[in-house]
């Protein structure tokens, strides 16, 4: 055996040793899509990763998280003019109507940014779901 080996079983073999536990601090956007005009119409939610943070421990990663709310919160203040006037450029009911109904199924105003620690990145991630079909 060489040093490192060595010294890799010695820290291994210690009372207070812990497997490394690592956590990403992932960033979704979550989109309200139209579903279909059914029962007056319906919405479903979808969530796509944005980005990711590796940290080598999960206690690194929470001391991190909050901060990381701040931000998204500021973000999310920042883009919500931007989400009102794309519901505001929507045609009434009167003025358009889609093969679906007035508003285009599928249509999302954007979405908001949300922020979470995970053990696997990118596994709330559900963005490439099939759409749901109306019961």
Same mark, same amino acid.
């Given at each position: 055996?060489?040093?490192?080996?060595?010294?890799?079983?010695?820290?291994?073999?210690?009372?207070?040793?812990? %497997?490394?536990?690592?956590?990403?601090?992932?960033?979704?956007?979550?989109?309200?899509?139209? #579903?279909?005009?059914?029962?007056? #119409?319906?919405?479903?939610?979808? *969530?796509?990763?944005?980005?990711?943070?590796?940290?080598?421990?999960?206690? *690194?990663?929470?001391?991190?998280?909050?901060?990381?709310?701040? /931000?998204?919160?500021? /973000?999310? %203040?920042? *883009?919500?003019?931007?989400?009102?006037?794309?519901?505001?450029?929507? &045609?009434?009911?009167?003025?358009?109507?889609?093969?679906?109904?007035?508003?285009?199924?599928?249509?999302?105003?954007?979405?908001?940014?949300?922020?979470?620690?995970?053990?696997?990145?990118?596994?709330?991630?559900?963005?490439?779901?099939?759409? &749901?079909?109306?019961?």
């Amino acid at each position: 055996m060489n040093f490192l080996e060595d010294l890799a079983e010695m820290i291994r073999n210690h009372n207070e040793f812990k %497997e490394a536990e690592p956590r990403f601090v992932s960033i979704y956007r979550r989109c309200q899509h139209f #579903g279909g005009p059914e029962e007056g #119409g319906w919405w479903y939610s979808r *969530d796509s990763l944005e980005g990711s943070i590796p940290f080598p421990t999960k206690e *690194d990663a929470e001391k991190w998280l909050e901060e990381a709310k701040r /931000q998204v919160e500021k /973000q999310n %203040e920042i *883009d919500a003019p931007k989400r009102h006037r794309a519901m505001a450029n929507l &045609p009434d009911e009167e003025n358009a109507y889609y093969d679906e109904g007035f508003i285009p199924t599928g249509w999302t105003d954007g979405g908001e940014l949300w922020v979470t620690i995970e053990e696997v990145r990118g596994a709330s991630d559900d963005s490439r779901e099939p759409r &749901p079909h109306y019961e």
